[in-house]
């Protein structure tokens, strides 16, 4: 089936739920499904959705727990069957034309199974517009991290430019079916449901690198995102999102990093993994647990990391190109 669905999770957001879904309504080539599944939210979420359903056509599931990102955000792609899925988080507006952009260049090129626009910040209930940076693009470093390519910083030259990137910000990322279907897990499992949050859209870009397809960022296409922990302000996040934080940076390597990237990006995952681990034993105790979790799960990720590997269509020499110096970012057509 052609077309996009689109999909939402939810979890306490109902001041900007409002103007995220309003702008998905608003788009030049509308969604064919728009599916909210709410994740156990407290604050009146489900009341705002239910009042939008009165007049869009939307579909709501709910979570009575909240059950994580990644279980939700499948629940949501279970109920989708159009060719391009776009994944979007509760806090983001999209300008009218983002559907229409990304899609078009999206389809245009084989073998790009994600898309990313040009993500700036927004502010306040109605998500206003400003010209600070909040992703563009998903790209990754020698030592396991991944980042949103100029966050918190202005506009510049080279992010006018399309690109390929490692992913997609889990904020707007815009998906074809037949590479998240590529790619899942058995039982439809699109995001690893171990991640529970933080981490599962760096973890979906990896494995569809593996099986060799692009992401293709197209800066045309623009929305605006509030992002609750911006990358700025990560030394003022909670225990609890740091605790997930440090667990699925090592779910993250187990399920992906193979020995041909450890080879080439040693040794800076491994001064990386030491710091964090000193953290967690001195001045970050709070995140302790995290490492605790993450080796309870060990056994189960490096089961998902052998049959990753067993798939894989691009070595892991050529996917440590994109962790190194040089190669995070490439031009369209290379």
Known sequence: MS?????????NHARTLRSTITSLVGQTVRPTRIVVVDNGSADGSVGVIEDLARTIPLELYRFHENRGFAAAANEALRH???????ALNPDCRLAPDFLAQLV??????ER???????????EGEALSATERVDSAGMVVTASGRHLDRASGRGMRAPLSRPALVF?????????????????AYPAGEVFDEGFFSYREDADLAWRLQRRGWECLYWPPARAWHERGLKPEHRRSAT?????????NRFLLRWSNADWQWLAACFPWWLVRDLVVALACLTVERSSLPGLQEAW??????????????????????RVARWFLPGGRVRRVGT
Not at 80 to 86: H, I, K, S
Not at 239 to 247: A, D, K, L, Q, Y
């Open 296 to 317: 309870a799960l060990r056994r189960q990720q490096r089961g998902r990391g052998r049959a990753n590997a067993s798939r894989a269509l691009v070595s892991g020499w």
């Open 167 to 183: 992913g997609a910000s889990g904020a707007a990322a815009l998906y074809r079916r037949e590479a998240v279907d590529d790619v």
């Open 80 to 86: 989708t069957r159009a060719e391009w899925v776009l």
């Open 239 to 247: 225990p609890e999102i740091n605790r997930h934080s440090v667990r």
């Open 112 to 122: 790009v199974g994600a898309a990313t626009g040009l993500l700036l910040r927004g």
């Open 104 to 109: 078009a260049a999206a389809s245009a090129r």
């Open 3 to 11: 077309g996009v669905d689109a999909i939402v999770v939810a979890h």
